[in-house]
């Protein structure tokens, strides 16, 4: 029989051990991104897989709100976040520190995310979209490599929050 884990059995890390914890070669950058709960959600990600940092870009709300801290629970104040207005100046910027730019989109000459496969020793950001339009064009059309989540029922669209839980996953065990 299996036992649960109480919440003292965890071993979590405090935020000071997660400030100076190794952190995943991933940046997730969130370009217009509407709903609140969709930003928290995504924190707690981020701060599950020790991710470097997310940029909130655009329309993006920034903490503190409490729709955010509502799912995010604590992690805006463990994982490094930053607000830049223009999405695309940013994604400019991190290509010229030789950061690799991933946008998770369906689009033409998608790579399938279950085909990439990640370079050693490289940093990655991934951009994920608002939730109707996507990712900006002009950002996709910037970007080193456009991943597409595989999908074979009717819908083909994932909530932003899942898509991030899936892509990160994927690459945190590819790096």
């Known amino acids: 029989m299996n036992r649960k884990l109480k919440n003292s059995e965890l071993d ?8 100076t914890s190794k952190k995943t070669p991933l940046i997730i950058i969130l370009d217009n991104i509407r709903s609140l709960n969709n ?9 599950a897989f020790l ?13 503190p709100h409490k729709d955010i801290q509502k799912t995010a629970l604590g992690a805006t104040d463990t994982v490094d976040w930053e607000h830049k207005s223009d999405t695309l100046a940013l ?13 998770i989109e369906q689009a ?6 279950n085909e990439f496969t990640t370079e050693p020793n490289q940093k990655y950001a991934i951009v994920f979209g608002n939730e109707v339009k996507g ?10 490599t456009v991943l597409e989540i595989p999908q074979y029922g009717t819908k083909h669209s994932l909530n932003i929050s899942v898509s991030a839980g899936l892509v990160v996953w994927d690459l945190y065990n590819k790096l």
């Open 12 to 19: 979590r890390k405090t935020v000071e051990e997660f400030k």
């Open 39 to 47: 930003i928290g959600s995504v924190f707690r990600t981020a701060d």
């Open 51 to 63: 991710i470097e940092k997310i940029y909130l870009c655009g329309i993006t709300a920034t903490p």
């Open 91 to 103: 994604i400019q910027n991190l290509q010229a520190q030789h950061v690799k730019i991933l946008s």
């Open 108 to 113: 033409e000459n998608a790579v399938m995310l």
């Open 135 to 144: 990712v900006q064009q002009q950002v996709v059309s910037e970007s080193d």
